[in-house]
């Protein structure tokens, strides 16, 4: 859809642009309510901002989304038998040119049901924000969005410059100023088209940079794809994933390929960094209980070391075998597992045994039940290790 759609989409921005600037084109005696595909400002239940678009139709609008507080946000109007989303044929009001330039920008709201195209102009831009990298354009104005999706997938936004303009596009989450920068498209020249794909999570408000390079202006046509589906960085255990913490932040406990990683605070007490197991692979762990505590203790088996504590979460009934590799200088590698509460529950299984020779545990499992899994060690060992997690 997008491929057909870009293929003359330098002829689709001039028409856009002759038709915004020649008023409305519908016909005399057109009684549509608005104009087709075009977004409105509108005012939601708790009179916070968002924006709607009009129908293909022109007939109708869909519901108000993407809502945001605004300074008349507390005070509703003072007629409410006529909020401010009620239009008239002339009096249509692109949200677009309604919106401040810079952050945080228009409002979009985006789900995958169908594209959303913007045509818009940095002339009327401001030149207050600098993107990273490529995307640095300090000495060009700019247009700010915020895009908020109504589906977790990726998004694919493609931007269409116009002759003299070398477009620039750049997306930021979190912070629309100083937010941390995600993907950046500078790769063509003047009149080009640039590209840039970001996983995006349902709900979450996402930044998005229409800018150009080197003093360039002009207008564009901005094009927003949402395909939902399923990704490591939603927020959701999808199925293989070991662990998903919505982040890309390293060393944290969750690691970018959605497996456990690093030596957080978080792993030295209950109720430890979370692990899910699935049929279909074994889950490796890496990390070390160098840093840790010894806060908990087996009842089954000896152990003075530190501990690291780990949320087992079993995708399967059956059996869950844990394997330890450890290396460390004095005592051996212990684990042990309960069931129930981390620091009290019921001891499942131990096993302790000399350095040289793995320690493997196994114990009965029912899909979708946490376990608590200990990795500590005899003799006050401790050290580095690598821990893999399998069920069957």
Known sequence: ?????????????????????????????????????????????????????????????????????????????????????????????????????????KVLAVDGTKDTEITDTTKTGTNGHVGSGACAVAASKERVYSVIPTASGKLTIKMLGDAGMDPTLYVRETDCATGKQLA????????????????????????????????????????????????????????????????KVSGDGCGNGCVPEGDPTSADTCPGIPAHVWPSRTLSITGSTATYAGDYASTGCTGSGPERVYAVTSHVTG?????????????SPLLYVRSGACASGTELACVNKNSTTPDMLTWPVTTGTTYSLFVDGFNSGKGSFTLQLSAK
């Not at 977004?39 to 009009?54: I, L, W």
């Not at 507390?74 to 677009?96: K, L, M, Q």
């Not at 255990?237 to 919505?246: K, L, Q, R």
């Not at 059996?319 to 005592?331: P, R, Y």
């Open 1 to 105: 859809m997008l491929g057909r759609r870009w293929v003359s989409a330098a002829l689709l921005l001039g028409a856009v642009r002759l038709a915004a600037g020649c008023g409305s084109s519908e016909a005399a005696g057109d009684k549509r309510l608005c104009t087709p595909d075009a977004y409105v400002f509108c005012r939601c239940s708790d009179f916070s901002k968002g924006t709607k678009q009009c129908s293909a139709d022109g007939m109708s609008f869909s519901e108000c989304a993407g809502c945001i507080p605004d300074d008349d946000a507390a005070t509703p109007p003072e007629d409410t038998s006529t909020p401010e989303d009620t239009f008239v044929p002339e009096a249509d009001t692109p949200a677009d040119t309604a919106a401040a330039p810079g952050c945080p920008g």
């Open 184 to 247: 950046c498209g500078e790769t063509t020249g003047d009149a080009g088209i640039e590209t840039v794909n970001v996983n995006v999570i349902a709900g979450k408000t996402y930044y998005v940079f229409a800018d150009s390079k080197a003093g360039t202006e002009g207008d564009f046509l901005l094009s927003l794809h949402l395909v939902p589906g399923p990704f490591c960085g939603d927020g959701k255990v999808d199925t293989d994933e070991g662990c998903d913490d919505a982040n």
């Open 319 to 331: 059996t869950m075998t844990a394997q330890i590799t450890a290396s460390w200088g004095a005592g």
